[in-house]
């Protein structure tokens, strides 16, 4: 009886080693098999009246609990690179939404596969994710009843191209993509491509809006989505530190979350106003005078094209419609030489369209 019992466990560990959705690479990157399981790649963490200290879907088989109000919102939150479920966006907006009344909030955690210094099997890894995430939003819509329009997916870093990759997903199985996505300065490394089909473009939801905070080290500095907000440029954030230092980087990283998490009360606003890009705004070639957009929680779905936008140097950082003091140079705020910024100024009108690629 005894021998039996044993055998029988040894047998049922072997199975799960077997059938472990990861391995690991050499450097000791955790690699998602083909065909691994989705309950052991992705998670989610359902917070809103009924669970407001989270539902974990993993421990009921990823089923959505019973009783839904399918006429409620739901926003997805994504983690990025060496996050997770707590970490940015979740950690700055989650808090905010959950005051909001009837606003159901999905955390989503796949730390385990996107964990530092795996960088480049974590950009392997997304792919996966996503497409377990669009399975787990056809059992929302399907089971659940919820509708496309009330769901919103925020997606910080990394967890930016998650979300455009789903949609793409979702739009391969079902003709139907996301309404709304949210890129919060979305990554750069491995996604400077012209495939649309390898990272987030306007044409995976309705509605793609992005808020830059890191143009040159995180986050991509061409325009992404239907709307893009540069607040400070998107090359620096107040009281972040000297640009040459890494942290400093992260800090700027992260602030696209904080803008978009105090976006949600803030009565004062982030206003941004119109201009064609980055490379136009440091020449001078818009004021503030007649086209203005709202950054965040309340950017209108018709808002088009890229606004710019200076903020306090501490929380709170909005200032409304104040644009006195903009600054316009990026000179000694980069890694960049101002050598190198110079010999860029002399190349004129096809610097304009190395902005483009960056
Ligand atoms: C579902 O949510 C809607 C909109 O927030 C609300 O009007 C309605 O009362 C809710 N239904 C239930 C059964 O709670």
Same mark, same amino acid.
Not at 75 to 103: C, F, Q, T
């Given at each position: 009886?005894?021998?039996?019992?044993?055998?029988?466990?040894?047998?049922?560990?072997?199975? @799960?080693?077997?059938?472990?959705?990861?391995?690991?690479?050499?450097?000791?990157?955790?690699?998602?098999?083909?065909?691994?399981?989705?309950?052991?790649?992705?998670?989610?963490?359902?917070?809103?009246?009924?669970?407001?200290?989270?539902?974990?879907?993993?421990?009921?088989?990823?089923?959505?609990?019973?009783?839904?109000?399918?006429?409620?919102?739901?926003?997805?939150?994504?983690?990025?690179?060496?996050?997770?479920?707590?970490?940015?966006?979740?950690?700055?907006?989650?808090?905010?939404?959950?005051?909001?009344?009837?606003?159901?909030?999905?955390?989503?955690?796949?730390?385990?596969?996107?964990?530092?210094?795996?960088?480049? @099997?974590?950009?392997?890894?997304?792919?996966?994710?996503?497409?377990?995430?669009? *399975?787990?939003?056809?059992?929302?819509?399907?089971?659940?009843?919820?509708?496309? $329009?009330?769901? /919103?997916?925020?997606? %910080?870093?990394?967890?930016?191209?998650?979300?455009?990759?789903?949609?793409?997903?979702?739009?391969?199985?079902?003709?139907?993509?996301?309404?709304?996505?949210?890129?919060?300065?979305?990554?750069?490394?491995? %996604?400077?491509?012209?495939?649309?089909?390898?990272?987030?473009?306007?044409?995976?939801?309705?509605?793609?809006?992005?808020?830059?905070?890191?143009?040159?080290?995180?986050?991509?500095?061409?325009?992404?989505?239907?709307?893009?907000?540069?607040?400070?440029?998107?090359?620096? @954030?107040?009281?972040?530190?000297?640009? @040459?230092?890494?942290?400093? /980087?992260?800090?700027?990283?992260?602030?696209?979350?904080?803008?978009?998490?105090?976006?949600?009360?803030?009565?004062?606003?982030?206003?941004?106003?119109?201009?064609?890009?980055?490379?136009?705004?440091?020449?001078?070639?818009?004021?503030?005078?007649?086209?203005?957009?709202?950054?965040? %929680?309340?950017?209108?779905?018709?808002?088009?094209?890229?606004?710019?936008?200076?903020?306090?140097?501490?929380?709170?950082?909005?200032?409304?419609?104040?644009?006195?003091?903009?600054? *316009?140079?990026? *000179?000694?705020?980069?890694?960049?030489?101002?050598?190198?910024?110079?010999?860029?100024?002399?190349?004129? $009108?096809?610097?304009?369209?190395?902005?483009?690629?960056?």
């Amino acid at each position: 009886m005894r021998a039996t019992c044993f055998i029988l466990a040894l047998a049922y560990l072997l199975l @799960q080693l077997v059938n472990r959705a990861t391995a690991f690479d050499h450097q000791g990157c955790r690699v998602v098999k083909p065909h691994g399981r989705c309950s052991s790649i992705l998670n989610y963490h359902l917070y809103n009246k009924a669970f407001p200290s989270g539902y974990d879907l993993a421990r009921r088989g990823l089923i959505w609990p019973e009783g839904l109000n399918a006429s409620q919102h739901f926003v997805i939150l994504i983690h990025g690179y060496n996050g997770n479920m707590d970490r940015s966006p979740n950690a700055e907006i989650r808090p905010e939404l959950l005051k909001v009344p009837n606003v159901n909030v999905v955390s989503l955690e796949f730390g385990a596969l996107v964990p530092d210094p795996c960088y480049v @099997q974590s950009v392997e890894n997304a792919r996966p994710v996503s497409i377990c995430l669009a *399975r787990q939003v056809r059992k929302l819509l399907g089971k659940a009843k919820v509708s496309l $329009e009330l769901l /919103h997916v925020i997606g %910080y870093g990394l967890g930016a191209h998650i979300a455009g990759l789903a949609s793409q997903q979702l739009q391969a199985e079902t003709n139907l993509r996301f309404a709304h996505i949210t890129a919060l300065d979305p990554a750069k490394p491995l %996604y400077l491509t012209k495939d649309l089909s390898a990272r987030l473009d306007p044409s995976d939801a309705d509605f793609v809006d992005v808020i830059h905070t890191d143009v040159f080290m995180h986050g991509i500095l061409q325009p992404l989505g239907h709307v893009d907000f540069y607040p400070n440029m998107g090359v620096t @954030q107040p009281s972040c530190g000297p640009s @040459q230092n890494i942290e400093t /980087h992260q800090c700027y990283h992260k602030r696209s979350a904080e803008y978009y998490a105090e976006s949600i009360f803030s009565k004062t606003g982030f206003w941004g106003f119109y201009c064609t890009e980055l490379y136009a705004f440091l020449h001078n070639e818009c004021q503030p005078n007649t086209r203005y957009e709202l950054l965040g %929680y309340y950017t209108r779905s018709k808002a088009r094209g890229a606004y710019f936008l200076a903020t306090n140097q501490e929380y709170p950082f909005a200032r409304g419609f104040n644009f006195d003091n903009l600054d *316009r140079t990026i *000179r000694g705020k980069t890694y960049m030489t101002d050598g190198f910024i110079n010999k860029i100024s002399e190349m004129g $009108e096809s610097a304009r369209n190395l902005t483009k690629y960056i």
